[in-house]
């Protein structure tokens, strides 16, 4: 490519690819002075000091932070109760019994009522 001159097509070029034809457009010169070389030092150097500041700080996070992993049994344990009756007097009826047991509640749910009834009602 650098024996080409701006414009010019060159001879086609085998590679692992398959085969090319190169045209060069335009010519950049690289900036190869003292002053572009020190700022790309300096750009690095601080990229690696932010790295390393980032890494220092997530690892601070993570030794004091306070991680529990809980198992469905344990949390279970650990929720209320919620008692359900779906009969009279106090019951609030075998549907809302019924739409209740497939809702997610932050409790254990215990549904009480004539199980026949209450299977009655999964079918409809």
């Not at 306070?66 to 919620?82: A, G, T």
């Not at 609030?92 to 809702?103: E, N, Q, R, S, T």
């Amino acid at each position: 490519m650098d024996n080409l001159k701006l414009d010019e097509i060159s001879q086609p070029v085998k590679t692992a690819l398959g085969w090319h034809l190169i045209q060069v457009n335009e010519r950049r010169e690289k900036d190869l002075s003292s002053e572009s070389l020190r700022q790309r030092v300096k750009e690095s150097l601080l990229k690696q000091k932010t790295e390393i500041r980032f890494n220092d700080w997530v690892k601070t996070l993570r030794e004091g932070a306070h991680v529990e992993i809980w198992l469905y049994e344990r949390l279970m344990k650990r929720l209320p109760n919620l008692i359900i009756t779906s009969g009279d007097p106090a019951g609030i009826g075998l549907d809302l019994c019924v739409m209740l047991a497939f809702k997610k509640f932050l409790a254990n749910i215990t549904i009480i009522g004539n199980k026949d009834a209450i299977l009655s009602e999964l079918g409809n």
